[in-house]
């Protein structure tokens, strides 16, 4: 069959970001997506209004239940909502339930694009670190990469992940300008080994970074490189949010739902 990714994540109802979002763009990197839900969310395509964290045995149960069924070669967390969670996947990585030797997107979701909390995040950061030696890519958006890093540079930032454990860090300018071409550093090791320069696109979007983290986990189970990987997706999320759904077309603040069954 083909390269299974397995993702911690919750559930979004408007589809645009989560589990769906993780799902789409698994598919359209070539894998095939299972879920280990992770919490139910109360939100909108605009607004986070609450959320119920699964309780990490129910999440686990999952995760085995995949595990001890399909060959797995990749993994994805987004949001895991609880610092329970985040010990349960650390403890699976930990006794080798999940084989160290398949690669990990760590996506460490802290807020909502639309800035709606989705845990608390002071013990969410502390929690988060245990995991990072078994991340071979981090992703998160400036600000989770400046709580995680406790450094306002981004790419001192990113270096002080790498040296915390984590393989690799994408560092994404997205969230710090609002005019301009948005740049992505790729750091492996400490070391930048990969710049790219994507277009600034009008709007916000819902579930960006979550399709992103995906599609590049599809990528490395389907045998890419982490460069090929990150280079494959740059090109394919930059075409799903030309084609972004507009929910509220009438209101130019609204977020926009990426297209990620886009043909380009």
Partial sequence: MRPVVLCFSGLDPSGGAGLQADIEAIGQSGAHAAIACTAVTIQ???????????????????????????????????MLGTTDNIAMLTKLFADQVIDNNTPFVLDPVLVANSGGSLGDEKTLVSAFRQLLPYANLITPNTHELRALSGEQDLHIGAKKLCAQGA????????HDFDSGDIEQY????GEMVHKSTLPRLDGEFHGSGCSLASFIAGRLAMGDALIDAVKAADSWITQTLRAADAPHPDD????LIPNRFVRF
């Avoid at 605009?46 to 993994?75: H, R, Y």
């Avoid at 130019?252 to 977020?255: G, I, V």
Wanted: hydrophobic share 45%; charged share 10%; with cysteine.
């Fill in 44 to 78: 909108s395509s605009q607004q986070v209004f609450g959320f119920e964290a699964c309780a990490a045995s129910l999440v686990k149960a999952q995760a085995t239940a995949v595990l001890d069924d399909l060959p797995v070669s990749a993994i994805k967390s987004g």
């Fill in 167 to 174: 393989h690799a860090v994408l560092v994404k300018t997205s």
């Fill in 186 to 189: 790729l750091y492996i090791q």
């Fill in 252 to 255: 130019t603040q609204a977020q």
